[in-house]
């Protein structure tokens, strides 16, 4: 897949000219090469306007970034990590080889510095999180990102219309049966039983809320503050004729009320804010009966940082990926017992990279209903992602939990693995 | 299993006089009725030394507590926490009824104090912890718990002499196979190989160790500071044949060189000390290489909080079992990844009912070996243990790891789970 997705060739970007030896490197092409050594030396090549070349010494590189002029280049040199993917989606910067390839190497060339929590990481991330996730924030915030078209997201999302993780069984299983199997996988880790009551926070465009209700025969009520999704959702309640099991209720999850058998939240925490963790936790807490479960699936981190700034500009506004510590904070303070933690990154560089096949196969109906610089932003937010579950940059936790008292808990995980 | 371990009537304790009604209760019998109260009106009668009965209004007591003297009395009123356990092992309290369910009821009755972490409780954490675990200091408490006598232990651990919780495929497992399935699930979700190089921190008796590389081919450096533990374990390692493929080191894990595949450490954590878990993981780092993995076990806890007093008083000097989020500062400064967390609290209570048994068949032994106090101390510890897994007071994490690069990871878990 994508094996090589990244071959275009404008015809305004020069590959004349000879690569120039070191004495003739010019001050742009100084910068560049202390940026490559920055990163270890990634078999990179700049190829710039000028036709001048900037490569680590005595590498072969396989991927070449073409820069269209000066002023882009300096923009990506004052702040590479926001001004590369606007380069990148104006087309005034061109990848020649590998997309997911360039940026696992980038990401791999900054993971030296990762791990390291400064006082002035905590103080900007407690700054450009907080007072975001407000009831009012977080409906803009979710309305920058999923209310852009179903139309649009059901080019690439195949059937299940699930914009999660999907879960693997086998390397061979298509994005359907990986979806379909995610969400047994789910099911099968909240032990769902006929008839247990279900609270869902974030249930996108509704597939997890109605095979619980088609498959378990569970009743749920699942939470969005998406109107598109919620609309879409409804449409196929009716069409599943589940409605009378399954209530799509467009609010926010700190508006659940009732008890519940189960509380499942696939996909929202992202978007929760890590401030706002410990009203999860009471908001979870006070939702489930007493031998209630639960189960949270959510991108996260090795260790605490914010997200990528571009990420959280052009994409995900008011996005945080926690650390397996910081998501903690949900359960710890309202007394909440975790029974299993499994890690499944790879699974969702699996999904993307199904997802962004689809993507570029539609590209052309995408850029008919938006425009080039919104293809190629979302087509380096996919690789991207990608690039990003590789190399360990993201991680992708499912938690299970339960209250603290609840004894009726499976004595092993063998029943999530009998077919 | 200990339906009813505690029926024991001694003919100092008087039990003739009649309930007094509620106009007659003493100024003893208020404080106490005060304390029920407190506890949330358990179906637990005290009765003291004057005959006087004090029980909750209604209630139909199935568990008595005989007070000896007002000494006794006021001691545990003072600190309940420490003087209950301290009267029980001297004799001056008398359980009439089951032991572990007593314990349970306090437990449950002390839960809704829980999950508060005040700044007060934060310093005790610190002021308690800190210093505790140097190199000589872990040397000095880990010489008063495991230290008191091999023969002991071989008498209520079974053939295995492993210290540490179980793991029960089936309720119907025993002792010694769920210790063997305990080692067989630890190895499998290490991926241990033929070959691997294993470094083990903490490695009690040497069970572990030696089934590694008797039964998957595995090298195993294992570390423990136990003078007596190791002697014991190099031992078995002749009477295996096994010398030159364990090789039992006595040194602290902060003393661990080299690099292996894999990192191991079953019940070490509990008496590193919170202080110590980001040397631990810089530990943990340094030693693996690029496709290491590893797992820690350990009790813990479902939020931050010290482990019962009279506890660390007597039985594990120096001890802490830490939250979930607490244990994530082992990985998290050092980027490690966190792949699978598996809670087995249930695991632990059914072992410690196994060792109860065993220990309690072998009271008369142990009272020539040791004496009357030690014979309850114990027995006491390990009734208190039982009643700690059950009601969610301790919790038994698994947690398997691996470095942030390494992508040669199992895509499920399904290879834990076939036979």
Same mark, same amino acid.
């Given at each position: 897949?994508?094996?090589?997705?990244?071959?275009?060739?404008?015809?305004?970007?020069?590959?004349?000219?000879?690569?120039?030896?070191?004495?003739?490197?010019?001050?742009?092409?100084?910068?560049?090469?202390?940026?490559?050594?920055?990163?270890?030396?990634?078999?990179? #090549?700049?190829?710039?306007?000028?036709?001048?070349?900037?490569?680590?010494?005595?590498?072969?590189?396989?991927?070449?970034?073409?820069?269209?002029?000066?002023?882009?280049?300096?923009?990506?040199?004052?702040?590479?990590?926001?001004?590369?993917?606007?380069?990148?989606?104006?087309?005034?910067?061109?990848? #020649? @080889?590998?997309?997911?390839?360039?940026?696992?190497?980038?990401?791999?060339?900054?993971?030296?510095?990762?791990?390291?929590?400064?006082?002035?990481?905590?103080?900007?991330?407690?700054?450009?999180?907080?007072?975001?996730?407000?009831?009012?924030?977080?409906?803009?915030?979710?309305?920058?990102?999923?209310?852009? @078209?179903?139309?649009? +997201?059901?080019?690439?999302?195949? #059937?299940?219309?699930?914009?999660?993780?999907?879960?693997?069984?086998?390397?061979?299983?298509?994005?359907?049966?990986?979806?379909?199997?995610?969400?047994?996988?789910?099911?099968?880790?909240?032990?769902?039983?006929?008839?247990?009551?279900?609270?869902?926070?974030?249930?996108?465009?509704? %597939?997890?809320?109605?095979?619980?209700?088609?498959?378990?025969?569970?009743?749920?009520?699942?939470?969005?503050?998406?109107?598109?999704?919620?609309?879409?959702?409804?449409?196929?309640?009716?069409?599943?004729?589940?409605?009378?099991?399954?209530?799509?209720?467009?609010?926010? +999850?700190?508006?659940?009320?009732?008890?519940?058998?189960?509380?499942? %939240?696939?996909?929202?925490?992202?978007?929760?804010?890590?401030?706002?963790?410990?009203?999860?936790?009471?908001?979870?807490?006070?939702?489930?009966?007493?031998? @209630?479960?639960?189960?949270?699936?959510?991108?996260?981190?090795?260790?605490?940082?914010?997200?990528?700034?571009?990420?959280?500009?052009?994409?995900?506004?008011?996005?945080?990926?926690?650390?397996?510590?910081?998501?903690?904070?949900?359960?710890?303070?309202?007394?909440?017992?975790?029974?299993?933690?499994?890690?499944?990154?790879?699974?969702?560089?699996?999904?993307?990279?199904?997802?962004?096949?689809?993507?570029?196969?539609?590209?052309?109906?995408?850029?008919?209903?938006?425009?080039?610089?919104?293809?190629?932003?979302?087509?380096?937010?996919?690789?991207?992602?990608?690039?990003?579950? #590789?190399?360990?940059?993201?991680?992708?936790?499912?938690?299970?939990?339960?209250?603290?008292?609840?004894?009726?808990?499976?004595?092993?995980?063998?029943?999530?693995? %009998?077919?």
């Amino acid at each position: 897949m994508n094996a090589n997705p990244e071959s275009e060739s404008f015809s305004d970007f020069p590959d004349a000219a000879p690569a120039p030896g070191r004495t003739r490197r010019s001050l742009e092409g100084r910068l560049l090469r202390r940026l490559l050594s920055d990163l270890g030396d990634p078999p990179v #090549e700049f190829v710039l306007w000028s036709g001048e070349r900037i490569a680590p010494d005595g590498a072969a590189p396989g991927i070449k970034i073409r820069i269209a002029d000066r002023i882009t280049l300096f923009r990506v040199l004052r702040d590479p990590q926001v001004q590369f993917p606007e380069a990148y989606s104006a087309g005034k910067l061109e990848i #020649e @080889g590998d997309l997911v390839e360039l940026i696992a190497l980038i990401y791999r060339g900054m993971a030296k510095d990762e791990g390291r929590d400064s006082f002035g990481s905590r103080l900007a991330r407690w700054f450009r999180s907080t007072r975001r996730n407000t009831l009012a924030g977080s409906r803009r915030n979710i309305h920058h990102h999923y209310d852009i @078209g179903n139309e649009f +997201y059901a080019m690439w999302l195949g #059937e299940t219309m699930a914009y999660t993780c999907a879960y693997y069984p086998t390397l061979a299983a298509t994005l359907e049966q990986a979806q379909i199997a995610k969400m047994d996988h789910v099911c099968r880790k909240l032990q769902l039983q006929p008839g247990d009551s279900v609270v869902e926070a974030g249930c996108g465009w509704g %597939s997890l809320a109605l095979h619980m209700a088609s498959r378990y025969g569970a009743r749920v009520r699942a939470f969005n503050i998406s109107h598109e999704q919620i609309a879409f959702a409804r449409e196929r309640a009716r069409q599943q004729q589940l409605q009378d099991r399954v209530e799509f209720i467009q609010d926010d +999850y700190r508006n659940i009320s009732g008890r519940y058998d189960v509380f499942a %939240s696939v996909g929202m925490l992202e978007h929760v804010g890590h401030e706002n963790y410990a009203q999860l936790g009471r908001v979870i807490r006070r939702s489930l009966c007493s031998a @209630g479960r639960g189960l949270i699936h959510s991108i996260g981190r090795n260790h605490p940082g914010l997200l990528h700034p571009w990420i959280t500009r052009r994409i995900f506004p008011g996005a945080y990926a926690p650390s397996l510590g910081e998501m903690m904070q949900i359960f710890e303070p309202s007394g909440l017992s975790v029974l299993d933690v499994e890690n499944i990154r790879l699974h969702y560089a699996l999904t993307l990279r199904h997802w962004l096949d689809r993507y570029r196969a539609a590209e052309d109906r995408v850029r008919r209903m938006f425009d080039e610089t919104f293809v190629r932003m979302w087509r380096l937010y996919l690789a991207g992602s990608i690039a990003g579950f #590789e190399t360990g940059t993201l991680q992708l936790f499912q938690v299970v939990f339960t209250t603290r008292e609840n004894n009726h808990i499976p004595l092993t995980r063998q029943h999530l693995y %009998s077919t």
